[in-house]
């Protein structure tokens, strides 16, 4: 299983980015695929999940804002990140779950500043 992330970079606030997370050696659609992200010195946290079904959830700090979807055709889970804070600044890992199977991949930086 291999999960690669694209789409981190440098934004300015108020800016928005799409991250994407190409997903190969599984069954795509049978995964609850993730977004997660730590910022230096602190925990990793959960942005945005979506279930095998399509439903979705958000962390409180990213409501409203990010919008998590997926595309099985192209075993494909992206992020569309607006309205971005200067406290999103962060790594952003992509993440592949079903049963006891989990998946990470290599994250992607996202630096949010003026």
């Known amino acids: 299983v291999q999960l690669v992330e694209s789409g981190g970079g440098l934004v300015q606030p108020g800016g928005s980015l799409r991250l994407s997370c190409a997903a190969s050696g599984m069954i795509f659609s049978t995964y609850t695929m993730g977004w997660y992200r730590q910022a230096p010195g602190k925990q990793r946290e959960q942005v945005a999940q979506i279930t095998s079904g399509g439903r979705t959830n958000y962390g409180d700090s990213v409501k409203g804002r990010f919008t998590i979807s997926r595309d099985n055709a192209k075993n494909t889970v992206y992020l569309q990140m607006n309205s971005l804070k200067a406290e999103d600044t962060a790594a952003y890992y992509c993440?592949?779950?079903?049963?006891?199977?989990?998946?990470w991949g290599q994250g992607t930086p996202v630096t949010v500043s003026s």
């Open positions: 993440h592949a779950g079903m049963s006891t199977m989990n998946y």
